[in-house]
T-cell receptor, first 112, second 111 residues
Framework: EPEVTQTPSHQVTQMGQEVILRCVPISNHLYFYWYRQILGQKVEFLVSFYNNEISEKSEIFDDQFSVERPDGSNFTLKIRSTKLEDSAMYFCASGHSYNEQFFGPGTRLTVL | DQQVKQNSPSLSVQEGRISILNCDYTNSMFDYFLWYKKYPAEGPTFLISISSIKDKNEDGRFTVFLNKSAKHLSLHIVPSQPGDSAVYFC??????????FGPGTSLSVIP
């Protein structure tokens, strides 16, 4: 059964460094999402992406964040200058329609 | 601003019995509701959903009930199995693609 994959599973970085989190959505899906879950808190929506552009973003998704689908298979989340509070699990999701979202296993980001 | 609430952080149920997970929401503009299950170290897995025009949706052991007037939905699992032990997230859609998650309820099914 096809699944969403994410790499790396764990990323450790220094505060102020740039990180890129990678996701490979399910191949025929058209809708793509990033979520995060800070330890002990709820899953929070970051951004949705459709037709090669951002369709919606939350207040969390400020100028430090960007997303890209560079080659038709990968879907990346970039954080330009990481802060301590960016430490969280980051989940990618994809869907064939806007009524479904299949989640990847997540990337644990630790900012030191 | 908790638009989706799950007031029980944890629930324990005996194997074979019914598990009932509750969810309340505040935004009357939500048009679609979803339940996800999450095991440790994994991403949320979609379980079942319901449109706001329905009051019940059933899929095998899982049934979701929606009471729009009370802004309340519930997930029933019957019979409960030990493999159902996980965190269950209620989620609601505000627009065609943004989903807001509740804080989750940790279900333990005791053999």
């Amino acid at each position: 059964e096809p699944e969403v994959t994410q790499t790396p599973s764990h990323q450790v970085t220094q505060m102020g460094q740039e990180v890129i989190l990678r996701c490979v959505p399910i191949s025929n899906h058209l809708y793509f999402y990033w979520y995060r879950q800070i330890l002990g808190q709820k899953v929070e929506f970051l951004v949705s992406f459709y037709n090669n552009e951002i369709s919606e973003k939350s207040e969390i998704f400020d100028d430090q964040f960007s997303v890209e689908r560079p080659d038709g298979s990968n879907f990346t989340l970039k954080i330009r200058s990481t802060k301590l509070e960016d430490s969280a699990m980051y989940f990618c999701a994809s869907g064939h329609s806007y009524n479904e979202q299949f989640f990847g296993p997540g990337t644990r980001l630790t900012v030191l | 601003d908790q638009q989706v609430k799950q007031n029980s952080p944890s629930l324990s149920v005996q194997e074979g019995r019914i598990s009932i997970l509750n969810c309340d929401y505040t935004n009357s503009m939500f048009d679609y509701f979803l339940w996800y299950k999450k095991y440790p170290a994994e991403g949320p897995t979609f379980l079942i959903s319901i449109s706001s025009i329905k009051d019940k949706n059933e899929d095998g052991r899982f049934t979701v009930f929606l009471n729009k007037s009370a802004k309340h939905l519930s997930l029933h699992i019957v019979p409960s199995q030990p493999g159902d032990s996980a965190v269950y997230f209620c989620a609601a859609r505000t627009s065609y693609d943004k989903v807001i998650f509740g804080p989750g309820t940790s279900l333990s099914v005791i053999p």
